[in-house]
């Protein structure tokens, strides 16, 4: 079946360095979703890329869909302790059942 | 709006137990969805619905029973609690829309003994 691959599981950054989680799919994707996840709550809904080679950004967080739809990354740039969390991506095939196929995440972790 | 609430918030359970997870949300969302959380698993659908009166499974189903009488709730039930449920389980929502950016609830921590 389809499968999301996130890579690094984990990061420990200083505050100010930059960081980057990468998301890779066994199929196309339609789309790809990004949540993140604060430790003791709940994935919060951050954005969703739905065009080929697509790129959004938000402050300091930029998105990329890959040209081929099957990979996607977050960069963060010079990180905060307001970063520090789990980010997932989660891929949606061609359905129209609004499902999602979430990767493992990683986890940010600034020291100040 | 409250948004997508869950009940209980924790439960402990022996094995064999039964229990049934309440999520309900106040959005009219037309999909809902379970899903469990175990470390270094990210999120893993259970099942899912697509509307009211409709389930339909996901990834993980096995050990795990669901219905949707009323739009606004979906149930998640264990008929017989394992060890290997131990775990966080999350509810989500969305609306019928090409958006599909799904609500989540804030969680459920159950143990089974």
């Known amino acids: 079946g389809q499968q999301v691959m996130q890579i690094p599981q984990y990061q420990h950054v200083q505050e100010g360095e930059d960081f980057t989680t990468y998301c890779n799919s066994s199929?196309?994707?339609?789309?790809i979703q990004w949540y993140k996840q604060r430790p003791g709550g709940h994935p919060v809904f951050l954005i969703q890329?739905?065009?080929?080679?697509e790129m959004k950004k938000q402050k300091r967080l930029t998105f990329q869909f890959g040209e081929a739809k099957k990979n996607s990354s977050l960069h963060i740039t010079a990180t905060q302790t307001t970063d520090v969390g789990t980010y997932f991506c989660?891929?949606?095939?061609?359905?129209?059942?609004?499902?999602?196929?979430f990767g493992q995440g990683t986890t940010l972790q600034v020291k100040p | 709006n409250a948004g997508v609430t869950q009940t209980p918030k924790f439960r402990v359970l022996k094995t064999g137990q039964s229990m049934t997870l309440l999520c309900a949300q106040d959005?009219?969302?037309?999909?809902m969805y379970w899903y469990r959380q175990d470390p270094g698993m990210g999120l893993r659908l259970i099942h899912y619905?697509?509307?009211?009166?409709?389930?339909a499974k996901g990834e993980v189903p096995d050990g795990y029973n669901v219905s949707r009488l009323k739009k606004q709730n979906f149930l998640l039930g264990l008929e017989s609690a394992a060890p290997s449920q131990t775990s966080v389980y999350f509810c989500a929502s969305s609306p019928l829309s090409s958006y599909n950016e799904q609500f989540f609830g804030p969680g459920t921590r159950l143990t089974v003994l």
């Open positions: 890329l739905v065009k080929s080679g």
């Open positions: 989660a891929g949606s095939g061609s359905s129209n059942t609004g499902k999602l196929i």
């Open positions: 959005m009219n969302h037309e999909y």
């Open positions: 619905s697509v509307g009211e009166g409709t389930t």
């Open positions: 199929t196309t994707l339609s789309n």
